[in-house]
């Protein structure tokens, strides 16, 4: 649904603003442990309505996307997509399986503070979300992990 993508906007917007890169790009995580095609992928319209949203408004401010642990089936759905990515866009991203390739990939940019441990083995960022702290008490520029003064 059209929530689905303001939710995704909302946050590449707020990662941009929190971006310590000089040059504010931002790298995306996304984990696909536990993907379902039947339970979890979205329709068609949404994933294109995104792919091309991203293309035209942040192609230039990603650095990179890690799509880890994707499933097979993860390969059918990407080729329906993948012709709504530009190629800049495209050769930015990167499909990471496996705990090993994970962890040696994600600990080559982040360190393991900033990793949570259900992404990898180690990560020590395991604060629980607080959606009403992360959405109303939060400056837009302020990560979930900075102290609120």
């Known amino acids: ?12 917007e707020r990662a941009i ?13 996304v984990d696909f442990s536990g993907f379902s095609m039947t339970k979890h992928s ?16 942040y192609a230039g401010q990603i650095h990179h996307i890690y799509l880890t642990d994707t499933p097979f089936s993860f390969s059918l759905l ?6 709504f990515v530009g190629t800049s866009t495209r050769e930015k991203i990167k499909f990471i ?3 090993r390739t994970k962890e040696r990939e994600l600990l080559q940019i982040y360190d393991a503070e900033e990793v949570p441990a259900w992404l990898i083995s180690g990560g020590k960022n395991n604060r629980p ?21």
Do not use: M
């Not at 979205?42 to 408004?57: A, D, M, N, Y």
């Not at 990407?78 to 012709?83: D, E, T």
């Not at 702290?133 to 102290?147: A, M, V």
């Open 42 to 57: 979205p329709p068609v319209e949404i994933g294109k309505q995104f792919l091309t949203t991203l293309r035209s408004h």
């Open 78 to 83: 990407w080729n329906v997509f993948s012709p």
């Open 17 to 29: 603003a929190c971006s310590r890169a000089k040059d504010q790009t931002i790298n995306a995580v």
């Open 97 to 99: 399986n496996g705990a």
């Open 1 to 12: 649904n059209e929530w689905t993508i303001k939710e995704a906007i909302y946050s590449i």
């Open 129 to 149: 979300l607080d959606v009403n702290e992360y959405l109303h008490e939060l400056s837009f520029d302020q990560t979930f992990n900075e102290q609120i003064l």
